[in-house]
């Protein structure tokens, strides 16, 4: 993939970009596609979280978020996981080193860039990672509520595989409280559904006296 | 697929949407990955457009364009695929009731949204199709660009399965003329390439005298 094109510098990094990226193809994650027959890669979530967000915009409660920059941030935020792999949400020992791993990927990954561009995909990611805008809390809430949907659908196929509980679940939902009280009701219902239907395990009860 | 959300007609409907879009992971194009270890299925290709719109916009003729739009248009514009399957670019029967069976998918497919969304994204879709604003021009470059980059980089293997030569590879590049001049230029080295490297056909010299 070392072509030279057409005498230019910018597409010939471009392309080799293009190129690189496509690996995001082969980059299983734990959760299944809704019918349930193969794991899904995270080019097709990156995909489908972007349009999650299009589709769900009117229920954050701030609808005067910038959607245009949180589908950039959606399409590109997994990157990474060419270098880094896909941590599993509930991989406690992955995440000791998931930072550095992601850093690292992502210097080596926008660094194929032309030097502007390379600093416009660090800073969206940068932003998606910091999770301090609200665009990024945003996306970082349509990136969690993804695979509970899809758990869901399955018949809690990637929780039951991994043993996750409800506890488990909420905590990574975090985001989806801190920016839609519409989806964060849809959440707690959707769980609470997964839990009758015994598709999700209810945590231990702690203190039963 | 029929539950009720939280009460909330328009989520239950949105719901309902995005369970239904999962299927484009299913549909399979003609293009394999850059790898060449499978075909590529439709939903990685909208991301990967997607991207491509974003990276290669500074070569489009006019930088003016909402770039907003094309990203979003290239999101959903294989939507349709679900009811009415990838026809292959070169597949002339395939393209006689391509359009009939296409209105049909995103009629029923959009139909699932709140009026007011599916409205939106019929007009985005019809947009896309009708090739008319700079925008869907732009759009429909890179949509035709993808297969011819990861042809090249596959070896030729649709290009070669399919027999398939220069000039119609070079018909459906058209809108990439029409868009940008560097992209023109690049399609046509990528072909020339092709052809040097003996993975693309050339086509049949008509008049030999
Ligand atoms: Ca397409």
Do not use: C
Not at 14 to 22: G, K, N, V
Not at 166 to 181: F, I
Request: charged share 30%.
């Amino acid at each position: 993939m070392s072509d030279t094109w057409i005498n230019n510098n910018r597409l010939t990094a471009q392309i080799s970009f293009l190129a690189e990226i496509d690996k995001l193809k082969n980059v299983l994650r734990k959760t299944f596609i809704m019918d349930g027959s193969r794991l899904e890669n995270t080019a097709e979530h990156s995909w489908n979280v972007a349009l999650m967000a299009v589709v769900l915009m009117e229920h954050a409660n701030d609808t005067s978020l910038d959607l245009n920059r949180v589908i950039r941030m959606l399409l590109l935020h997994d990157l990474v996981e060419i270098d880094a792999g896909d941590t599993f949400a509930y991989d406690t020992q992955g995440y000791l080193d998931k930072e550095e791993r992601e850093n690292a990927a992502a210097r080596r990954l926008f660094g194929i860039l032309p030097e502007d561009q390379r600093g416009e995909w660090m800073d969206l990611w940068r932003e998606f990672e910091d999770g301090e805008t609200y665009e990024s809390k945003y996306a970082a809430a349509l990136d969690r509520l993804h695979p509970v949907i899809n758990n869901h659908y399955t018949g809690g196929a990637s929780w039951q595989k991994n043993g996750i509980v409800r506890s488990q679940v909420l905590k990574r939902l975090a985001p989806v409280k801190e920016v839609s009280d519409t989806l964060w009701s849809f959440a707690l219902e959707i769980l609470q559904k997964s839990i009758d239907q015994g598709i999700l395990l209810d945590d231990p009860i702690a203190e039963e006296v």
